[in-house]
C-alpha cells in the first residue's frame, strides 16, 4: 500500500518491477548510448579491443551518471527526478574533428582533455544556464537540433556504402600505376626524386564500396525497424530501433559478415579505471569548443527538466534546475575521466515516462545499476563492437534521421506567419551549420587555433540562431513555447 503523503516521484516500487521497469529504460536507450562511442573509436582508427572498451566506459559512466541524476549525490548535484542520462549526439560532429585531426590514443588524449575541461565549465556555469532559457525559443531548439541530425546522416550513410577515404573508399591505386611507380623508384639518382607528397590517385572502383549484400543488410534493417514501429505497440515499438539491430546481426551472422571471436575472447568482467589512453591534454580552444557544446546540452536538458517537471505534476524550482546541470556538468567530468564523452538527459527516456505513467525516480536508479553491470561485462561491449558496420548503417540512418525530424516537428510550431524574421533566422543557422559539411576545407587559410571551433557545422548553427534571434525577437523569449519545444524532443 503507497503511502499518500508520499509523491510518485519519490515512490519506492517493489524491486521486481523496479528491475523490469529499469531495464525497460536500459532497452529505450542503448542503441543511442553505445553509438558514439562506436563512431568516436572508429574515427580515432582505434583497435577493436579499444573501441569495445570505449563502449564499457560509456556504459558504465551511464549507470554512475543516471545514479547522481535520479537519486542524487550532496545538496550540490542532481534533480531527483526519472532521468536517465546518456551520451548527446550533439558532442559528436566537434569530437569527429579532433579525431580526424589527430588519430589513436594522442587524438584520444586530446578529446578527453576537452570534455573534462568542459565538464569542469559546466558545473561553474550551471547557475546561470537555468536561467537562460528565454534565449532558446523553438526557433532556435529547432534549427540546432535539425542540423545536428542533417550534420550526422552522413555518418550513418558511410556506414553503410564506405567512408570516402581509406580502405572502403569508392576507387582503389591501380596496380599498374603503382607497380610503375615502385619501378621508377628503383632506378635512383637515375632520375630526379619525385616531390614530397606526391601519391597517385585512386582510379579503379573498389568492389569493397557499397557492396550489394552489405546494402541489402542495411535495408533488412531499415525494413525491420519500419515495420516494427508501424505494426508494434508500446514497449516493443519504442525498441524497435535496437531489434532491428539485432534482426540486422543474426542475417550478418547468417550470411558470413560477423564474427564471435572477440566476443570469444572477451573477459567476463573487468574494471573501468581512469585514463586508460593517457593523461588528457587540456588544449583552450578545444575546451572552449566542447564547452559551447555543453550550453546547447544543458539548454535542451533545461527545458526536459521543466517538461517533466509538468509530466509528474511536480515543480521544478530554479535550485533543483541548478542541481540538474550542475550533474550534467560533473557527469561529463566523470566522463573525461574514465574514457568517455560529454552526457545529458536522454529525451527518449523522458517520453517514456508519460508513455507508461510510471513517475518513480527509483525506477532510473535501477537503470542505472543495470547500466554499471553491463560496463564491467565485456563481453557485451566486444559483442556490439563486432556488428558490421552496415548493420549499424542501417539503424544510423533511422537514429540520426529522428534527430533531424525533431527538429523539423519542433520548427512546424514556430510562428513564422506573423514574423517572417524567424525565416531568416532558420535560413541563415542552416545554411552556415551546412558549410563544415559541403565545403571542410573553407577554413584553410583561417588562424588554426580556431579550426576546432568552426569545424562543427553544429556550433556555427547554434552560435547563429541565437545571436540572430537576440538580433530579431531580442532577449523575451516565451518559457512556456520553450517547454512545449522541449516536449517535442524524444530523439538524440
Known amino acids: 500500500m503507497t503511502d499518500s503523503n508520499i509523491h510518485p516521484v519519490d515512490e519506492r516500487l517493489p524491486a521486481a518491477r523496479l528491475a523490469t521497469l529499469g531495464l525497460q529504460h536500459v532497452l529505450v536507450m542503448y542503441a543511442g548510448a553505445v553509438a558514439v562511442p562506436l563512431i568516436i573509436g572508429r574515427a580515432l582508427k582505434l583497435t577493436p579491443e579499444q573501441v569495445a572498451y570505449l563502449i564499457s566506459a560509456d556504459l558504465f559512466c551511464c549507470g554512475i551518471v543516471t545514479l547522481i541524476q535520479s537519486l542524487g549525490a550532496t545538496q550540490w548535484f542532481g534533480i531527483r527526478m526519472p532521468v536517465m542520462m546518456g551520451v548527446s549526439f550533439a558532442s559528436v560532429a566537434p569530437m569527429l574533428a579532433m579525431a580526424n585531426s589527430t588519430g589513436g590514443a594522442s587524438g584520444a588524449q586530446i578529446i578527453f582533455g576537452a570534455i573534462i575541461g568542459a565538464g569542469v565549465v559546466s558545473m561553474l556555469l550551471a547557475p546561470v544556464m537555468s536561467r537562460m532559457l528565454r534565449f532558446f525559443p523553438p526557433v532556435v531548439t529547432g534549427t540546432v537540433i535539425a542540423v545536428i541530425g542533417i550534420s550526422l546522416m552522413r555518418i550513418g550513410i558511410n556506414w553503410i556504402f564506405g567512408n570516402p577515404f581509406g580502405p572502403t573508399a569508392p576507387t582503389i591505386v591501380n596496380p599498374d600505376h603503382a607497380k610503375w611507380m615502385a619501378d621508377v623508384a628503383s632506378l635512383g639518382n637515375a632520375l630526379p626524386a619525385a616531390p614530397k607528397g606526391m601519391a597517385i590517385v585512386g582510379s579503379v572502383p573498389n568492389p569493397k564500396y557499397a557492396a550489394l549484400d552489405g546494402i541489402g543488410v542495411a535495408a533488412i534493417v531499415l525494413l525491420s525497424i519500419l515495420l516494427i514501429a508501424k505494426y508494434a505497440k508500446g514497449f516493443v515499438s519504442n525498441i524497435s530501433v535496437l531489434l532491428g539491430i539485432i534482426i540486422g546481426g543474426i542475417v550478418a551472422t547468417a550470411s558470413g559478415m560477423m564474427g564471435f571471436e572477440k566476443v570469444a575472447n572477451a573477459k567476463w568482467f573487468d574494471l573501468i579505471l581512469p585514463f586508460q589512453f593517457g593523461a588528457p591534454v587540456f588544449d583552450p580552444i578545444l575546451i572552449l569548443t566542447m564547452t559551447l557544446v555543453m550550453i546547447v ?21 530554479q535550485g533543483d534546475l541548478t542541481r540538474g546541470l550542475r550533474a550534467d556538468g560533473l557527469g561529463t ?19 517514456l515516462v508519460g508513455v507508461t505513467g510510471v513517475k518513480s525516480r527509483f525506477v532510473c536508479v535501477a537503470g542505472g545499476l543495470i547500466l554499471i553491470v553491463l560496463g564491467l561485462e565485456p563481453k557485451m561491449a566486444a559483442l556490439v563492437e563486432s556488428l558490421p558496420t552496415v548493420v549499424l548503417g542501417g539503424a544510423g540512418l533511422v537514429m540520426f534521421g529522428m534527430v533531424a525530424a525533431t527538429g ?9 506567419k506573423t514574423n517572417r524574421n524567424n525565416l531568416f533566422i532558420v535560413a541563415v543557422s542552416i545554411g552556415l551549420g551546412m558549410i563544415p559539411l559541403i565545403a571542410p576545407n573553407f577554413k584553410q587559410w583561417l588562424p588554426h587555433a580556431i579550426h576546432p571551433l568552426i569545424d562543427s557545422g553544429i556550433l556555427l548553427a547554434s552560435l547563429s ?15 512556456k513555447a520553450s517547454i512545449e519545444g522541449a516536449k517535442q524532443v524524444d530523439s538524440h
Open 465 to 479: 540562431a541565437v545571436v540572430l534571434n537576440l538580433f530579431f525577437n531580442g532577449g523575451s523569449g516565451d518559457i
Open 408 to 416: 523539423i516537428r519542433i520548427l512546424g510550431g514556430v510562428d513564422f
Open 333 to 351: 567530468l566523470i566522463g573525461g575521466v574514465f574514457n568517455t564523452f560529454p552526457y545529458t538527459s536522454f529525451s527518449q527516456n523522458v517520453g
Open 297 to 317: 546540452v544543458m539548454i535542451e536538458s533545461t527545458g526536459m527538466f521543466l517538461a517533466l517537471g509538468e509530466m509528474t505534476e511536480r515543480k521544478i524550482s
